[in-house]
């Protein structure tokens, strides 16, 4: 069937004309949803969409408007980053056991992939798997590492083989969060709290059933995650955005305006319309095909506008920025920049040109593979991984 928006619409009024979601429970009419297809059309039919083109989602989530939604908040990583994976890499059998729970938000998702000497060259990764018949042994440490604390499962990539170069000898698995030999420790942030996590693995047996990609193809397979992650960061529709609250403060407190902060208020609402309207462009390349690397500018661009944002509200509201409701070391679920103060917008905003993918290694993609720049020079391209020093 060729879907249209005019099919689309009626698909989901007949949806809501059989499942009623004021008597339905919340968790049974998502997954629902989910099986007629409603969740992301463009997926497979079966797999919570109706091979339809994606920006026919926009037509399905206004016709479901006001129902109970999947806290999309909460679970994000499996969204933007695990799902596409999933579905590009998986078997049937993963795609199947895997996608609907992770869409209705039954099960959180996490990602292990940076480590403490290897961030930003993600490559130079050490934790290790080892074979033993159908399963992996898995021992290393990750950080950074949001949402561990509540996640089910986790995204992984590990080296399975240290005698080839860094980037061919990685594998990429779905690591059980609650197997034995995985500990969580809590990393408390200049927020005062710990929305991620440092993951230790000892020991961890993970079957081979939850091996996602060939042996040794961790990489190709990381970098969807890792494209389809700053799309998710920095090219996602968002219903109240950070030029909107400060615009808003900006509104309503006449005594707070300067002209000098007037000129520079009205440059980020600039550059805030020139990333909506990128980020709307981005989104509809992707019904052509997988996210590229212009995803990098749109994340680049997020953590600048939201750095800048966050500090001229903070100067606009003078000793009221300062404030800041509460220290209290907690381990949050979801970050919440527009529910919250204008002293944590500032401080977690830091956070945004880290997070992701540093800025700096952003704007080395962008060099070479948008621009198409010269790459730098690579000592390492061809030395086996166990032979580099570290």
């Known amino acids: 069937m060729t879907w249209d928006e005019a099919s689309v619409a009626e698909r989901a009024r007949a949806f809501l004309a059989e499942h009623d979601p004021a008597a339905m429970d919340r968790l049974e009419f998502l997954r629902a949803r989910f099986d007629a297809g409603l ?4 997926f497979p039919e079966g797999l919570g969409g109706l091979g339809a083109p994606r920006d026919l989602q926009a037509v399905a ?20 980053m695990a799902a596409p994976t999933i579905l590009a890499f998986g078997t049937e059998e993963q795609t199947r056991r895997f996608l609907r729970p992770l869409w209705t938000g039954e099960e959180v998702w996490c990602q292990l992939f940076s480590e403490p000497g290897a961030g930003s060259d993600l490559a130079t990764l050490a934790t290790r798997a080892v074979r033993e018949g159908d399963e992996w042994v898995v021992d290393g440490q990750k950080v950074w590492t949001s949402s561990a604390h509540t996640a089910r499962w986790g995204i992984l990539v590990a080296r399975t083989d240290p005698g080839v170069p860094k980037h061919r000898g990685l594998t990429y698995f779905v690591c059980d969060m609650h197997a034995p030999g995985v500990e969580v420790r809590p990393l408390r942030q200049i927020t005062g709290e710990a929305e991620f996590n440092e993951v230790f693995l000892t020991g961890v047996r993970l079957p081979d059933a939850l091996r996602l ?22 090219g996602a529709p968002a219903r109240r955005t950070m030029m909107g609250v400060v615009a808003e403060t900006w509104r309503s407190r006449p005594e707070l305006r300067t002209h000098d902060l007037h000129q520079r208020l009205l440059k980020l609402w600039v550059d805030s319309e020139v990333m909506r309207l990128t980020a709307a462009r981005l989104r509809e390349q992707l019904t052509a095909g997988h996210p590229g690397p212009e995803g990098s500018g749109m994340k680049l661009a997020f953590a600048r506008l939201h750095q800048e944002l966050s500090g001229i509200e903070v100067e606009m509201l003078r000793e009221d920025g300062l404030a800041y409701d509460d220290w209290t070391f907690r381990r949050p679920g979801t970050v919440d920049f527009i529910g919250r103060e204008a002293g944590y917008r500032y401080l977690r905003a830091k956070g945004n040109s880290i997070e992701g993918g540093t800025s700096e290694i952003l704007r080395n993609i962008i060099a070479e593979r948008v621009l198409g720049l010269p790459a730098e ?9 166990k032979d580099l020093p570290r």
Do not use: C, S, Y
């Open 61 to 80: 989530d206004r016709e479901l408007k006001g129902t109970p939604d999947n806290q999309p908040g909460r679970i994000g990583i499996g969204l933007g």
């Open 377 to 385: 020079p690579r000592a390492d391209k061809d030395v086996a991984w």
């Open 213 to 234: 990609g060939e042996v040794g193809d961790g990489w190709r397979v990381a970098q969807t995650t890792l494209m389809n992650e700053r799309v998710a960061i920095g």
């Open 39 to 42: 969740a992301w059309v463009h």
